[in-house]
Antibody, heavy 124, light 108 residues
Framework: QVQLQQWGAGLLKPSETLSLTCAIY????????WSWIRQPPGKGLEWIGE???????KYNPSLRSRVTLAVATSKNQFSLKLTSVTAADTAVYYC??????????????????WGQGTPVTVSS | SSELTQDPAVSVALGQTVRITCQGD??????ASWYQQKPGQAPVLVIY???NRPSGIADRFSASSSGNTASLTITGTQAGDEADYYC???????????FGPGTKVTVL
């Protein structure tokens, strides 16, 4: 059974760079896109972006200028970097596997396996 | 358009049926997927595609769609179904994922 384990610094100062890594255990890395989602305290889910094993990326336009996703295929890992953080970036950050169908009349987009979440606080 | 909308909250009596809706232009092209999130936990996928349940998800959860509206129906609602429910899809360009704002389901 596929499991995602994520880690990274949980307390940052404004203007610092958030850095998180997600490792895939027990499943194929190359067959899927891999995504990052965040959830500010008491609020809903926000899609950050996704990447595949070749490094092909899609980003949320509202975060594009500050976000970089990368893969380490040999380690079955992918990572998130978010620069110039502010208090508005305080959230629980999740990594997740993308499950999707792109055939006409059958299209869907889902995240079927999630990491445990990493709380990140930005405070001076 | 990249926006999905959901009712903020619904309540349902124990054992009854509740329907949660999600609206957006992208749902004319994509089936919505649905997640259940309980406090302090990661979201759990309960429905994907036309009406598919991942392994381990009860058949009390089902989905339907019409036009720009997707629905998640919970039949025979149990106390353990009390949670926030989110829908997701690609946006109309297909270039990003989008989440609905979530619906809080309260079981009375």
């Amino acid at each position: 059974q596929v499991q995602l384990q994520q880690w990274g610094a949980g307390l940052l100062k404004p203007s610092e760079t958030l850095s998180l890594t997600c490792a895939i255990y027990g499943g194929s890395f190359n067959e899927y896109y891999w995504s990052w989602i965040r959830q500010p305290p008491g609020k809903g889910l926000e899609w950050i972006g996704e990447i595949n094993h070749r490094g092909r990326t899609k980003y949320n336009p509202s975060l594009r200028s500050r976000v970089t996703l990368a893969v380490a295929t040999s380690k079955n890992q992918f990572s998130l970097k978010l620069t110039s953080v502010t208090a508005a970036d305080t959230a629980v950050y999740y990594c997740a596997r993308v499950r999707q169908e792109v055939a006409l009349f059958s299209k869907y987009y889902a995240m079927d396996v999630w990491g445990q979440g990493t709380p990140v606080t930005v405070s001076s | 358009s990249s926006e999905l909308t959901q009712d903020p909250a619904v309540s349902v009596a124990l054992g009854q049926t509740v329907r949660i809706t999600c609206q957006g232009d992208s749902l004319r092209t994509y089936y919505a997927s649905w997640y259940q999130q309980k406090p302090g936990q990661a979201p759990v996928l309960v429905i994907y595609g036309k009406n598919n349940r991942p392994s381990g998800i009860a058949d009390r959860f089902s989905a339907s769609s019409s036009g720009n509206t997707a629905s998640l129906t919970i039949t025979g609602t149990q106390a353990g179904d009390e949670a926030d429910y989110y829908c997701t899809s690609r946006d109309t360009s297909g270039n990003q994922g989008v989440f609905g704002p979530g619906t809080k389901v309260t079981v009375l």
